[in-house]
C-alpha cells in the first residue's frame, strides 16, 4: 500500500477491479465527449465496444494493476507491463523496462491529482524492480494536451506514430536505478 496527498491510497489490483475500471474509462470518454474530443477513443462508451470487456479483464488479471482509491472508492487505474501492446507501432526498447499500458481516472475526481499519484508509483515499482526506464504512449491529437500532461510528470517524448488514423506519442522516464546503484543518486 502506498499513501499520497489527499489521502489516494494505492493498491495492488485484480479481476475484481474490471467493473471499476471499466466505469473509469466510460466516464473518461464521456468527459472527453463533453469537451468535444471525440477523435481519442470516440463516442461510445468503452464497455459498450467489442473487445475493451476482455482487455480490461486481461489487464487485470495478466499484467500488474495498482488502483487508486480515494476514501475506499476506487477513483484511478495504472497498469504495467514489460512492454508496449504488439498491436501498436511501437519499436522495443532494447533493454528492460516497465510500460503503461493504462493509466486512467474516474473523471469525478479530477484534479485531486490520481493520475500524477499512480505515475509516481509506477516509477517506484520500476525502481523496486530494478527497472531503470518506464515507459507510455498516448494519443497525441487534441493539441497534445495528453502529451503535456506526461511532460509535467517527468516524462520526455521520444517517437511519433500514427495507429491508423490516431496519432499518439511514446515518451520515456529514467527512473534514477542506474544512479542508485552507482552511488550518484
Same mark, same amino acid.
Given at each position: 500500500?502506498?499513501?499520497?496527498?489527499?489521502?489516494? #491510497?494505492?493498491?495492488?489490483?485484480?479481476?475484481?477491479?474490471?467493473?471499476?475500471?471499466?466505469?473509469?474509462?466510460?466516464?473518461? $470518454?464521456?468527459?472527453?465527449?463533453?469537451?468535444?474530443?471525440?477523435?481519442?477513443?470516440?463516442?461510445?462508451?468503452?464497455?459498450?465496444?467489442?473487445?475493451?470487456?476482455?482487455? $480490461?479483464? #486481461?489487464?487485470?488479471?495478466?499484467?500488474?494493476?495498482?488502483?487508486?482509491?480515494?476514501?475506499?472508492?476506487?477513483?484511478?487505474?495504472?497498469?504495467?507491463?514489460?512492454?508496449?501492446?504488439?498491436?501498436?507501432?511501437?519499436?522495443?526498447?532494447?533493454?528492460?523496462?516497465?510500460?503503461?499500458?493504462?493509466?486512467?481516472?474516474?473523471?469525478?475526481?479530477?484534479?485531486?491529482?490520481?493520475?500524477?499519484?499512480?505515475?509516481?508509483?509506477?516509477?517506484?515499482?520500476?525502481?523496486?524492480?530494478?527497472?531503470?526506464?518506464?515507459?507510455?504512449?498516448?494519443?497525441?491529437?487534441?493539441?497534445?494536451?495528453?502529451?503535456?500532461?506526461?511532460?509535467?510528470?517527468?516524462?520526455?517524448?521520444?517517437?511519433?506514430?500514427?495507429?491508423?488514423?490516431?496519432?499518439?506519442?511514446?515518451?520515456?522516464?529514467?527512473?534514477? $536505478? #542506474?544512479?542508485?546503484?552507482?552511488?550518484?543518486?
Amino acid at each position: 500500500m502506498h499513501e499520497t496527498p489527499h489521502d489516494i #491510497r494505492i493498491r495492488p489490483g485484480g479481476i475484481a477491479d474490471a467493473p471499476a475500471v471499466l466505469d473509469m474509462l466510460d466516464s473518461a $470518454v464521456v468527459w472527453m465527449n463533453e469537451r468535444g474530443n471525440t477523435e481519442q477513443w470516440g463516442t461510445t462508451p468503452w464497455s459498450e465496444r467489442p473487445g475493451r470487456v476482455e482487455r $480490461v479483464e #486481461r489487464y487485470t488479471s495478466e499484467m500488474t494493476p495498482y488502483i487508486a482509491e480515494l476514501d475506499g472508492t476506487p477513483a484511478g487505474v495504472l497498469v504495467l507491463d514489460s512492454g508496449p501492446s504488439s498491436q501498436m507501432p511501437i519499436e522495443p526498447a532494447g533493454e528492460p523496462e516497465q510500460y503503461v499500458r493504462l493509466l486512467v481516472s474516474h473523471r469525478r475526481f479530477a484534479g485531486l491529482g490520481i493520475g500524477a499519484a499512480l505515475l509516481v508509483h509506477a516509477a517506484e515499482e520500476a525502481r523496486r524492480t530494478g527497472v531503470d526506464l518506464l515507459r507510455v504512449d498516448c494519443w497525441a491529437g487534441g493539441g497534445g494536451e495528453l502529451v503535456r500532461f506526461y511532460e509535467r510528470n517527468g516524462f520526455t517524448p521520444t517517437d511519433r506514430f500514427l495507429h491508423g488514423t490516431w496519432p499518439g506519442q511514446v515518451l520515456a522516464r529514467r527512473v534514477g $536505478v #542506474r544512479a542508485a546503484r552507482s552511488g550518484t543518486a
